[in-house]
């Protein structure tokens, strides 16, 4: 088994729509947990962090499931902009990436 | 934000040479960094973690001879691919670190290396 599992899209959804991105993750003492956005042919920038309370940025929002070592991202009210692969990172002091969620958001 | 710089971002070289890639980070000491590889569509694959001032770990089945990592400094480390081969040509990323296992990585903008 993976150590952190994503489903890897395609997601292709309209301007507008709503998404979501699930993870699964099998060390249970990870400690740490983001989401980080990869654009074709560049680097992983950091998007955000996840908590157990969960935490919204703008139309963005993660939540963090301990006890079923689960991680999900939502995305509201997605824009052409959002087109990217989204990957889902869990941290044990160094961090596991998942292999990513493909987005493609349509006009 | 934490900001590292990653060079060169492009390399085509020939088969036999050696290339070496710098990873900085600008803004902060970086206790850890991480050196990945990515080949196209897939994830990225762990490569090694330096430590300022001591050895890195290397994954299972990355060559410690062949990907030779030097973190002389809190803010920079290097990573030199030896003898680069074809098979080598793939995306390089590095990461560094701020403080403890819980804090993000932040990435540098990436090699991408040929060998011809």
């Known amino acids: 088994r993976k150590e952190v599992e994503q489903d890897p899209g395609p997601f292709n959804v309209p301007e507008g729509a709503t998404v979501a991105f699930n993870c699964t993750y099998s060390n249970s003492a990870s400690q740490s947990f983001f989401w980080y956005r990869q654009d074709c042919r560049k680097e992983p920038k950091l998007l955000m962090s996840?908590?157990?309370s969960g935490n919204e940025d703008g139309r963005f929002t993660a939540q963090l499931n301990r006890a079923s070592q689960y991680i999900s991202l939502l995305i509201r009210d997605s824009k052409l902009s959002d087109s990217a692969t989204y990957l889902c990172v869990v941290n044990n002091n160094d961090m596991r990436f998942g292999a990513g969620t493909r987005l493609t958001v349509k006009p | 934000g934490a900001v590292v710089s990653q060079h060169p971002s492009r390399v085509i070289c020939k088969s036999g040479t050696s290339v070496k890639i710098e990873c900085r980070s600008l803004d902060f000491q970086a206790t850890t960094m991480f050196w990945y590889r990515q080949f196209p569509k897939q994830s990225l694959m762990l490569m090694a973690t330096?430590?300022?001032?001591?050895?890195?770990?290397?994954e299972q089945g990355v060559e410690k001879d062949k990907f030779l990592i030097n973190h002389a400094s809190l803010t920079l480390s290097t990573l030199t691919v030896t003898s680069a081969h074809p098979e080598d040509s793939s995306f390089y990323i590095c990461?560094?670190?701020?403080?403890?296992?819980?804090?993000?990585?932040?990435f540098g903008d990436g090699t991408r290396l040929s060998i011809l």
């Open positions: 330096s430590n300022e001032g001591s050895k890195a770990t290397y």
């Open positions: 990461s560094a670190r701020q403080g403890t296992g819980n804090q993000p990585q932040h």
């Open positions: 996840v908590y157990s």
